[in-house]
């Protein structure tokens, strides 16, 4: 089922590169503007309702995914239905089909990217950091700044929701007498994880989104690592002295690496080096790259199943002379070195709700509203009060969405405002526990310890490390403007 999936995705990919001499001629035409048309309003009420749907997940326990793909399809067939009667479908489709290309590159290099996550997880990686840092005996105060830098650098390479859950982990299990430190220390997780993530174009989908685009290259991001810094650091000392001071009593067995766990992560840093050198030398999409990084890993676990496969072998024919041994069985291995097993495991819901609010928010920019909504706000406003106020949005909507929207809007402004915006997008969130993707999760990982009302309680320290970050971004970065 898996495998037929991702060839139904090439399979769409195919015609999106035969489009472009196909499509051509159309694509020379300016596109209609549908905001006064009925495909337009019906198009906007669709992607409305289907964005409240998805936020009222929790409530209504209907997955997210389900209300945007449905969202996208409609908008899309009524687009067509417009260009029909002007007998310019073929440049709709065009459209379409431009806006999944988009999509396919950010599906192939965020599948890439889990699979590695996927199979760190299995050779008990994420385990043994874990642990290590429980046996090391800190302080709460200790353990507070130390998950909170080893997040903030982690979730530059590893997805945010990942990162906060390990460190989140190892919270829990230092604090679980005391819910006031697991309380501080999961908010400054939050917060160290969506600084951390924002100057990296590997840190989050709203960053991956900027440099899949071209917007700003690869090393651009790091101008932002002061800024992020600061917006880091500015809540995490106010809620220093709000810490417990004692030492935490706690034993965790050790965690034994598995054959082979050094060499995984090792490969996941070729992988990633791959991506940038694709981007950079070559001009080639990253997702190029990570997937020249997957086959490594394929052939990794090849290796590592044949020699297992070897040694079970040796031990077994050793065992019929001398008895004993326990081994591990075929299909346990199997299991173990199967590479779509890791991509089975992939949070598919949210890479189909972003499908969906792509080509749904691809659809609504080529009806014209993003057009709109551009001139409104970067038109009316200065670029500085309009990426502000879109960050600050962020608490609210995913940022992925936000950016993607911003992208498709194609506003006139300086990198300087380009990098403002991505820092905006990637802290803002850090406002309300449910505006990022680390904090809903910390919420059902710490449940009643971490909670939505503790951490609104710190809002004010963490909106003045939002503007704080923004004032140093201007300082050091003035001559970006």
């Known amino acids: 089922m898996m495998i037929s999936g991702l060839l139904g995705l090439a399979a769409l990919a195919l015609p999106a590169l035969a489009a472009s001499d196909a499509g051509s001629a159309p ?7 549908l905001t006064g048309h009925w495909a337009g309003y019906i198009s906007l009420l669709v992607m409305v309702a289907a964005y409240v749907a998805a936020m009222l997940e929790e409530v209504t326990e209907l997955r997210k995914s389900k209300p945007m793909l449905l969202a996208a399809a409609l908008i899309w067939f009524v687009i067509v239905l417009a260009y029909r009667e002007q007998g310019l479908d073929e440049l709709a489709v065009a459209a379409f089909r431009s806006n999944l290309q988009t999509y396919i590159e950010l599906l192939l290099f965020i599948m890439v990217s889990m699979t590695y996550l996927n199979a760190m997880e299995d050779m008990r990686l994420f385990d043994a950091l874990k642990v290590w840092l429980v046996t090391k005996h800190l302080s709460y105060r200790q353990l507070f700044w130390i998950t909170g830098f080893l997040v903030f650098f982690l979730s530059c390479v590893v997805n945010g929701l990942t990162a906060g859950l390990l460190m989140g982990a190892v919270a829990v299990a ?12 999961c908010i400054n997780i939050v917060i160290a994880t969506n600084a951390g993530g924002s100057f990296s174009p590997l840190g989050g989908i709203s960053t991956l989104f900027v440099w899949q685009h071209g917007i700003l290259g690869f090393t651009e991001f790091f101008k932002l690592f002061l800024p992020c810094l600061v917006n880091f650091l500015v809540p995490a000392l106010a809620m220093h002295f709000a810490l417990p001071q004692e030492i935490p009593s706690i034993e965790m067995a050790d965690v034994a690496l598995p054959r082979g766990a050094k060499r995984l992560l090792f490969l996941f840093g070729v992988t990633i080096a791959l991506a940038v050198v694709f981007d950079m030398e070559l001009h080639l999409p990253a997702a ?23 040694q079970a072998l040796r031990q077994s024919e050793f065992s019929l002379f001398f008895g004993g041994g326990d081994y591990q069985t075929a299909a346990t291995q199997s299991t173990r070195f199967d590479i779509f097993e890791k991509v089975g495991r992939l949070e598919w819901d949210t890479l189909l709700f972003f499908y969906g609010a792509m080509m749904g928010i691809g659809g609504l920019g080529y009806i014209g509203y993003l057009d709109a909504v551009s001139h409104l706000l970067y038109g009316q406003l200065s670029p500085t009060l309009a990426n502000i106020a879109i960050g600050l949005c962020s608490a609210f909507v995913d940022n992925g969405t936000l950016m993607f929207a911003i992208l498709t809007m194609h506003p006139d402004i300086t990198q300087g405002q380009w990098l403002l915006l991505t820092l905006t997008l990637g802290v803002g969130g850090s406002l309300l526990a449910i505006g990022s993707a680390p904090g809903i999760g910390l919420l059902g990982q710490a449940k009643g310890q971490y909670t939505f009302s503790n951490h609104m309680k710190w809002c004010p320290v963490i909106l003045l490390g939002y503007f704080a970050s923004i004032g140093v971004h201007f300082l050091v970065n003035a001559h970006s403007f």
């Open 288 to 310: 190029a790259g990570m997937m020249a990084g997957l086959s490594l890993l394929q052939f990794f676990y090849y290796y590592l199943r044949q020699t297992e496969k070897a």
């Open 174 to 185: 230092v604090g679980k007498d005391n819910p006031r430190f697991v309380s501080l220390a």
């Open 27 to 33: 694509e020379s035409l300016k596109p209609l503007d």
